[in-house]
């Protein structure tokens, strides 16, 4: 684990603001070797706390950030507070805000059928300038992955998001970044399914009070089980909290 990182259950989290995260993410484009960025909300981290292989990736991040509130209360337990939440879906947004205009071009990979190619032609329309050069869906099996695999090669994204849910995503991108030819890999989680159009995400004021969360609870109550990791992240938290201070 990098030493400025804020180790919180055994992830390491950059303490780094929104604006700080973007600019090195843009930064990472232009990198000589490809680069991982993973977004981690309280469910990630607790998923990490099972399995010691997944830890080792999620450390092996370039850049982690907080992707969930719950990770900055968490570190606010330890008395190390991280600066900011930093949601990875708006980190991706601003960094599309950067790139287009430039020579750098994205690909993405996950979703159900339809949903990336949906969302890059989206995000196409609504950053003009920016350049999603394609997509696939996260359905493969080892013939078709291969596939993926060759085209991402030969399209050489300078960005990659992939979108297969955590640990899968991160799994993936630690496997395959070294024969993708891109320069930045990042996983997104669902964030296609909300570029997309096919999942709104909360309002602004929920998203400002760090209810977003909530939101989605509301909107979805089928996530009530996955949710109750919050909670118990915080208790393990508090409980843990000496270890790492």
């Excluded at 991706?92 to 790139?99: D, E, G, S, W």
Aim: glycine share 8%; with cysteine.
């Amino acid at each position: 684990m990098k030493k400025d990182r804020i180790n919180i259950l055994g992830v390491g989290f950059d303490p780094i603001t929104m604006k700080k995260a973007v600019d090195k993410a843009f930064g990472y484009l232009e990198s000589e070797k490809p680069k991982m960025i993973f977004t981690a909300n309280p469910e990630i981290v607790m998923a990490a706390t099972e399995s010691n292989a997944f830890m080792e990736i999620m450390n092996k991040g370039d850049l982690v950030v907080a992707d969930g509130i719950g990770v900055v209360i968490g570190s606010k337990i330890l008395k190390k507070p991280l600066p900011e939440r930093v949601a990875g879906y708006d980190l991706v947004q601003n960094l599309f805000a950067k790139m287009k205009n430039t020579e750098h071009t994205a690909y993405f990979f996950g979703a159900a059928p339809g949903i990336a190619e949906k969302a890059r032609k989206k995000m196409n329309k609504q950053y003009p300038g920016l350049k999603v050069v394609g997509s696939h869906d996260g359905y493969f099996d080892e013939a078709e992955e291969k596939k993926i695999i060759e085209e991402i090669q030969a399209l050489k994204p300078s960005l990659l998001l992939v979108g297969l849910g955590a640990p899968k995503q991160e799994q993936w991108i630690n496997a395959n970044k070294d024969s993708l030819n891109v320069k930045l890999c990042i996983g997104v989680g669902g964030s296609f399914d909300v570029m997309s159009g096919t999942l709104k995400r909360a309002p602004k004021i929920f998203i400002k009070l760090g209810l977003e969360w909530f939101y989605r609870l509301i909107s979805q109550p089928t996530r009530i089980k996955r949710m109750m990791k919050l909670p118990l992240f915080l208790l393990v938290v508090f409980k843990r909290r000496k270890e790492f201070r």
